[in-house]
Structure formats: C-alpha cells, structure tokens
C-alpha cells in the first residue's frame, strides 16, 4: 500500500507533517533543557536521549526538505536570489512596422505618459466598459447572468485607442508577497477613468533631449530589427500569424470547426464561457482563485496537498488567457482585446528577476503556475509577434530550461525532482510554443530531455500506455498526456502504440467514466486525438460535446464538482471546459 507515510516524496512535501516533526524537534529540545536543569541525576539519561533524537530530527529535515519552504509559500528554491523582489523592468518596442521613434524606457510611473507627439502608440489602456464595473467582482457562486448592454460611441473610440503592443504598459510587481492592493495597473485605470474627459492643451509641452531621442530611435530600431529578423526566419512578417494558430480566426476558424468536429452549439458554449471569465476578471488583469472557490482540499485520488490553488494567481490568469487566445482574441484583435491585454501585462507585472511567472503559488502549484502563465505568453507572442511577449517567453523558458532535471528531462515540485509526467506536459507544449514564437536558442536539449523522459514512463504491449512517474501504474490521464506531446511535438508514433493507448481513452469517455468529471483528463485526450481524425476521435468527440453542453451552468460556467475543480475553482474548470471546446481549431493538424 502506498501511503504518504510511506513514500518519501509525498511525506515530506505534506506541509502538515513537516510543521509537525519541525514542532516534535523543537519540542525535545525544550524538554532536553528542562531534564538538564533537574538537580536529580536520573533526567541526565532521559536528557541526552531526548537531545540525540532532535539532533537526528534536525538532521532528517535538512537531508530531506532543503530547498522548501517551511511553510511552502513560494515553490522555490531557497539558494536563489530573493525572488519576492519581483521582476527587472523590460525595455522594449511597441510592434510597430511602421514605427520610427518612440521612447521604450519603462515608465518608474504608471499615470506618467509620455508628452512627445513622435509616440502616439503609448496611449494608455483605458476599459471599453462602464466605470462603476472596475469595482472588485462579486464571488462567481452567486454570480447571475446578466443582460449585455450595446457598446456606447464613447465606450467604442476607447477602445479604439488601445495600445497594441504590451510594452506600452508600465510593469510592476508588488513587493508584498500577500495580497497587493489589486495591483497598480488597477489603481491607475481607476484613477485614468476618473479623470476629466479633456485636458487643458499644453501649447509648449516639454521635449526630451535631442541625445536622448536618438539613442531611443536606436534602441527600438534595434529590437524591431531583431523582432523581424526572427520572423522572416520562420517565415512570417509583421502580423502574420503561426500556421499552428491560423485556424483561430476568420474563415480557416469556420472551416476547422465543421471539419472536425465542432457545430454551432460548441461555439455558443465557447461565447458563453467567454463572457463569464470576462466578467471575473479583477481589474488588475488577474483572475483571483479565492472568489472563484479554488484553494479548497477535496484529497483527490486519496492525497492531500495543502489546499494547493489558494494563491494561483498566475496559474489561472494564464489559463482563462489560453482560453481567450484559444478563440482568437489577442491584446490586438478580437472581441475581448482589453481582457486579454490587462492579463497579459498582469502576467508581465508578474515575472520575476529569474523568468519564474509561478507568483505566490504553493509547492504543489508553482511550476504548474509558471508553465501555464509562460504559455499563455507564449501563444500571445506567436500570434501578434508582440517583443514584450516575446522576451517575456524567452525569459520564462530560460526558467524552464534551469528548473528541468539534468538526467531525467521531467520536472517536478522543485528544483532537482526527478520529474512527473503530469508537470511534463505543460512544459512541453510551453517549449513548442517558444520556439514558434522565436524565443526558444536550445529546443533541441529541452526536447531530447522530454523525449527521454517520456521513455521512462512508457508501458503496455506497444508502448502506447504512460504512468504519471517511472514504475508506477498506467492510467487513461497521464496515457493522454504522454499521447498529445508525442503527436504534438512531432514524433512518429506507431500505430500500434496509438491503437493501444485510443483503446484505454474510449474506455473512459466523458459521462461514462467512474467518479467525477475530469476536465484535465478531457483536455489532453482531446488534443490527442483530434490530431487522428480518425474513428476513435469521432467516438470521444460525440461523448465529449455531449457532457460538457449538458452539464454548463446557465451563466456560462462549469461547475467545480470536478476531479481537480476544489484546487482550481470555477474558473479552472470553465477555462478548461472551454478549451476541450476549441480543440477543433486551437492547433493545426499535424499527423
């Protein structure tokens, strides 16, 4: 029997077991001093026994929990520079082809905005909506559905102004590791929308330095040469975007959709989920976990970490962007530009000095945040060739690439963990990602070590089964997982091995399945398979449209009964759903 008592990985990052031997050491100790402070000799003995057993308690958690924090707030390690300091200001351009001069130096202001008439593209974002809904969002359990209003002539010239590149944002980081005040990026919309509609004009506004100009010009020229000289080399120019995610939008959208799969009620689904994530989106650009239930320890398949979820900010925001982008929508284009823009410069605010995007999130939740949140940049960076995305991409990917394990090629909890194959799968997709996003210099060793990974947890007659660690037993999720990485990444897997593993997915269809709906499980398999296009994907597409219309919540949601839905909450579950939803043009047939 496995239990976490008995498993070394599992015991030792339960933070309730570790307070309590770190609390059973201390404890020794004090009572080594009480015994020793005895004037009868009889509590020597007792004394040194209770002094040797601290030491060896001591001893045990510095062997076994060096790079955790005691109270498992942060999911890094500890040798590290201080990560709360939060992240380097970026400088870079606003995507512009056209662009000659414009000043990317970041802002040490927010509401400071630029005064020279050669930067009409670092307008500020201000909200295509009314004031009074930048107020905090009311919990999603008792939100209702609600009637949308037709945009006023006012709300549509604002959001005509929006910037289009993210570098026209100040980014900052709250150096308070708790609950920062909603952000600054809130506080100056707030304040921007506050403000009188029309300012007095400055007939002779100050103007920078003649040097300091030119050496701006010079530095944007630069990084827009740089930007473009990626492009051309992956065969794209400004705007164009990746063939991977050409069936996201206009007509190659309407085509996936009827050829594979999709219908009419699948996007209404999809426009409905939509505007529910919207409306819970805070004003900082972030999704906020507990007003929308996540944090919430159900012991899923019999283990309990932590109530991991509580502080993943950055996990979720990154997966209600996925969901937007999945969609089409970009900070660019799309019908919910200023959502997908404040998240994704609340991603940026975000990162810290070391690329991490994992925020406050828990041991259990850390990298699981970083990979989601660097994706969601990533997708961001290959569909609009933005260079804020692009060089945030490169710096998260940069973090990925440290945190992967040197041997295996997994990753895990932290630093050094040998890997799990649930974690693999985020990072993988995250490396593809990257790479068509040109911020990816080594693809081939991070490849090779997923590759290599994938061997070890590789089971079943064909090699078409996985387990979520090497050794362990197979299961339909991680058979799933393992199957969309090795279609996705390009690797040539044999029929067989896909027959063996379809045989297994179809064994649990959704509504069909023992227990409660899996929306993880759901994501992957559709991934997978849609890249077959074959019976089996049939099969599971009629199964999978069929549970996910009949159980959406009537403001747009799903609801976390889920497997892993107390960790995520609401809005874990609805992005998810809504992604199995947009299987049918998320990513382009590659098989």
């Known amino acids: 029997m496995n239990t976490p008592f008995l498993n070394r990985d599992l015991f030792w990052h339960n933070p309730t077991a570790v307070r309590l031997i770190a609390l059973l050491a201390v404890g020794l100790l004090v009572a080594t001093v009480m015994l020793l402070r005895r004037r009868k000799s009889s509590g020597r003995a007792a004394a040194i026994i209770c002094l040797l057993v601290s030491i060896g308690l001591h001893g045990v958690q510095l062997v076994y929990v060096p790079r955790l924090s005691m109270f498992f707030s942060g999911g890094g390690p500890s040798d590290e520079q201080d990560v709360q300091k939060g992240s380097s200001q970026v400088s870079v351009a606003v995507f512009d082809p056209n662009l000659t001069s414009v000043d990317t130096a970041a802002e040490e202001n927010a509401g400071d905005l630029p005064t020279d008439e050669s930067t009409p593209s670092l307008t500020p974002l201000v909200l295509a909506r009314p004031i009074v809904e930048l107020s905090e969002p009311a919990p999603v359990q008792q939100s209702e559905p609600e009637e949308e209003s037709p945009a006023s002539p006012v709300a549509e010239s604002i959001r005509n102004l929006m910037p289009t590149s993210l570098a026209s944002a100040t980014l900052r980081t709250s150096s308070d590791p708790g609950r920062e005040l909603d952000d600054a990026l809130g506080e100056w919309l707030t304040e921007t929308l506050a403000a009188p509609p029309e300012e007095p004009a400055v007939e002779n506004p100050p103007q920078p330095p003649a040097e300091q100009v030119a050496a701006n010009s010079a530095s944007v020229d630069a990084l827009a040469d740089d930007t473009d000289t990626a492009a051309a080399e992956r065969g794209l120019v400004p705007g164009e975007m990746d063939s991977d995610f050409a069936a996201r939008q206009g007509a190659a959208k309407t085509e996936a959709i009827e050829a594979t799969g999709g219908d009419a009620s699948t996007e209404a689904a999809v426009a409905a989920a939509l505007r529910y994530l919207t409306e819970h989106q805070r004003a900082s650009g972030a999704w906020d976990p507990l007003s929308s239930g996540a944090g919430r320890e159900r012991a899923p398949l019999g283990l309990q970490r932590g109530g991991a979820g509580k502080r993943a900010e950055t996990g979720l925001t990154g997966l209600a962007l996925l969901a937007l982008l999945g969609a089409g929508n970009t900070h660019q284009s799309g019908e919910y530009t200023e959502s997908v823009y404040r998240g994704l410069v609340y991603l940026l605010g975000r990162q810290r000095d070391d690329g991490s995007l994992a925020g406050d999130a828990s041991v259990y939740a850390a990298h699981y945040c970083h990979a989601m949140a660097s994706l969601s940049l990533a997708e961001a960076a290959v ?60 693809q081939e060793s991070m490849q090779r ?79 997978a398979l849609h890249q077959r296009q074959d019976d089996a994907w049939q099969t599971w597409n009629a199964a999978m449209k069929k549970r996910l219309l009949a159980t959406q919540r009537s403001d747009g949601s799903w609801p976390d009964t889920s497997l892993w839905g107390g960790y995520g909450g609401t809005v874990y579950t609805t992005a998810m759903a809504t992604l199995c939803l947009e299987t049918y043009y998320r990513h382009e047939l590659r098989q």
């Not at 940069?398 to 963990?417: C, E």
């Not at 799990?420 to 993988?428: E, T």
């Open 383 to 442: 569909m609009t060739q933005d260079p804020a995305a692009i060089e945030a991409t490169r710096r998260a990917i940069a973090y990925s690439k440290s945190t992967q394990h040197p041997i295996t090629g997994g990753w895990r909890y932290t630093r050094g963990d040998t890997g799990d194959l649930s974690q693999l799968g985020w990072q993988a997709l995250l490396i593809d990602g990257a790479q068509r996003a040109g911020a990816l210099d080594d």
């Open 449 to 527: 070590g997923v590759e290599r990974f994938l061997t070890t947890v590789r089971s079943g007659r064909a090699g078409g089964l996985a387990s979520y660690r090497p050794g362990e037993r197979t299961t339909p999720t991680m058979t799933a997982e393992a199957l969309a990485v090795r279609l996705l990444l390009g690797e040539q897997v044999s029929e067989d091995a896909i027959s063996e593993a379809e045989a297994v997915l179809l064994a649990s269809l959704p509504g069909q399945q023992v227990g409660p709906d899996n929306y993880y499980f759901w994501y992957y398999a559709s991934l």
